[in-house]
């Protein structure tokens, strides 16, 4: 999840130039399948990160009704070793589908009960089964590792892919949380080959990408080294 504030490139290359897939891929190969693994060293900031998220989502209206989970089905981008998928999407969904590049953060989720099919390849490669449809697209710390265009196209994708409600209106969400950049630019990190994008920049690309933000909220309560870290939840705008 970096929170490291150094940056390469000097100001006139476009950081998102920079990210290299086998680079981004290497370094998450030699990382531990555990939450520390995960975030970077921060494995006490996962509880409130799922609780807010938790909030997040009942303020869009998924989560439980009369005890019944109201999430047929579900899709974590990026989701490493299923840290959301299994300590929160799980609790509001029948089935959770995985996208993960690296194989072995994945490995523990085959088989177990709601986790549906599991992709082991980078958003940037993910197209959605022929016909599935998703009433929530959750995507945390990952989205970095893809270029605007490649976001933005990722984003199109997911919107064209959310189910929709009786009345012919789109039910599904799109959720992206990310670190911000708060340094006035986009700033590459070249640790782990990603991309850590202004709010600025995450507007545009959703905009580029057809989508909307119906609801967005800061997280608070992150320790004060850490990026700030915003979600953004996304529908495609009516036409
Ligand atoms: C900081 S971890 C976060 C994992 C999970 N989202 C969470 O919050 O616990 C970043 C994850 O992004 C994955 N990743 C790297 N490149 C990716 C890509 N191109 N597409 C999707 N995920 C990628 C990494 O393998 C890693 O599992």
Not at 37 to 42: E, H, P, R, S, T
Not at 44 to 49: F, N, P, Q, T
Not at 64 to 69: A, E
Not at 81 to 95: D, K, N, S
């Amino acid at each position: 999840m970096g929170h490291e504030m150094s940056s390469s490139g000097n100001s006139s290359t476009v950081p998102d130039s920079l990210i290299s897939a086998d680079d981004g891929r290497r370094y998450w190969s030699g990382i531990d399948a555990d939450v520390n693994g995960m975030l970077g060293g921060y494995p006490g900031v996962s509880r409130i990160d799922l609780r807010t998220s938790g909030s997040f989502l009942a303020k869009l209206g998924l989560g439980r009704t009369k005890g019944q989970k109201n999430v047929k089905r579900a899709v974590e981008g990026g989701a490493g070793i299923g840290r959301i998928t299994q300590g929160l999407l799980l609790e509001v969904a029948e089935t959770v589908d995985v996208v993960e590049p690296i194989a072995k953060f994945t490995a523990a989720l085959e088989g177990r009960p709601g986790v549906g099919r599991i992709y082991n390849v980078g958003l940037e490669e993910w197209r959605p089964e022929e016909g599935a449809t998703y009433d929530l697209v959750w995507n945390q710390w990952c989205v970095g590792h893809l270029t605007d265009l490649q976001l933005a196209a990722y984003l199109r994708r997911c919107g064209a892919a959310l189910s929709v409600g009786d009345d012919g209106k789109t039910k599904g969400v799109i959720v992206v949380k990310e670190n911000l950049s708060t340094a006035g630019r986009d700033l590459f990190d070249e640790l782990d080959s990603s991309v850590t994008r202004q709010d600025e920049t995450f507007r545009q690309i959703f905009e580029k990408a057809g989508l909307s933000i119906v609801r967005t909220e800061l997280q608070h309560g992150f320790p004060e080294d850490l990026y700030p870290v915003r979600m953004y939840a996304l529908r495609p705008k009516k036409t």
